[in-house]
């Protein structure tokens, strides 16, 4: 089995990536160049969400 992470760019938001296993990183966090882990936030609904630019993105439809 490949357990190998795969890491894209998210369309919307250039400045950050989001990986086939549900993590999602900041490429430039808060502008400082270096990249970091955002944490994963679990919503009332059940479904797990980050904030990016000051907007909710579930975590599920980043990764489709």
């Not at 490949?2 to 900041?26: A, L």
């Not at 059940?46 to 990016?52: E, K, P, S």
Request: contains cysteine.
């Amino acid at each position: 089995m490949n357990n190998k992470e795969i890491w894209k760019t998210i369309t919307d938001h250039p400045n950050y990536q989001v990986s086939n296993t549900g993590k999602v990183r900041s490429t430039n966090y808060r502008k400082t160049g270096n990249v970091q882990e955002l944490s994963i936030l679990n919503g009332k609904n059940g479904y797990l969400f980050v904030i990016l630019d000051k907007k909710t993105c579930y975590v599920h439809r980043l990764v489709a």
